[in-house]
T-cell receptor, first 111, second 114 residues
Framework: DADVTQTPRNRITKTGKRIMLECSQTKGHDRMYWYRQDPGLGLRLIYYSFDVKDINKGEISDGYSVSRQAQAKFSLSLESAIPNQTALYFC??????????FGSGTRLTVV | GNSVTQMEGPVTLSEEAFLTINCTYTATGYPSLFWYVQYPGEGLQLLLKATKADDKGSNKGFEATYRKETTSFHLEKGSVQVSDSAVYFCALSDRSGGYQKVTFGTGTKLQVIP
């Protein structure tokens, strides 16, 4: 099994729908992150969490929310999806100064 | 704030050619530097890292040296293979204040042709 598992791998949804992207990890890391990747823009941080009770906004959190259900689970929600949220979404985990372990990504299309 | 600048791609090389992907950074603290690689359809994987000035990170034939005087962390490989075709991201991690904030470059696509 992968160290960081994201579900679903691909999703097409309609404008205005609520959607949840899930992430689970077996690394035992405390820190978890959600990024989105857009062509030419690299990766941008949406939310991050240093433990179950610590949730923080990243640089582009508007329109998104997160839930850290357990140390190993960190989900990202789009309350009302819009087309410009079409992107590749990555979950990542880390220990301090050890670099990130990324999931394989969720390709989300909002039509 | 922190920033990472990478050369724009795509970079197209023939197999066995020498590779350099430039990366420069700006940071207020004493960052750690990373190179990540993203193969098609996959997430990013840590390729190598360096945590202080003059450190050299290396992995799978790739190398990068942390140059504080030029604020650079260029990625090099002596002889590329078709299997090296991927997108490469330079990143820095700022450890100041006990909070690890990672800033990524925009990525450089490498295409290696036989």
């Amino acid at each position: 099994d992968a160290d960081v598992t994201q579900t679903p791998r691909n999703r097409i949804t309609k404008t205005g729908k609520r959607i949840m992207l899930e992430c689970s990890q077996t690394k035992g890391h405390d820190r978890m992150y959600w990024y989105r990747q857009d062509p030419g823009l690299g990766l941008r941080l949406i939310y991050y969490s240093f433990d179950v009770k610590d949730i923080n906004k990243g640089e582009i959190s508007d329109g998104y929310s997160v839930s850290r259900q357990a140390q190993a689970k960190f989900s990202l929600s789009l309350e009302s999806a819009i087309p410009n949220q079409t992107a590749l979404y990555f979950c990542a985990t880390s220990r301090l100064n050890y670099g990130y372990t990324f999931g394989s990504g969720t390709r989300l299309t909002v039509v | 704030g922190n920033s990472v600048t990478q050369m724009e791609g795509p970079v197209t090389l023939s197999e066995e050619a020498f590779l350099t992907i430039n990366c420069t950074y700006t940071a207020t603290g004493y960052p750690s530097l990373f190179w990540y690689v993203q193969y098609p359809g996959e997430g990013l994987q840590l390729l190598l890292k360096a945590t202080k000035a003059d450190d050299k990170g290396s992995n799978k034939g790739f190398e990068a040296t942390y140059r504080k005087e030029t604020t650079s962390f260029h990625l090099e490989k002596g002889s590329v293979q078709v299997s090296d075709s991927a997108v490469y991201f330079c990143a820095l991690s700022d450890r100041s204040g006990g909070y690890q904030k990672v800033t990524f470059g925009t990525g450089t696509k490498l295409q290696v042709i036989p």
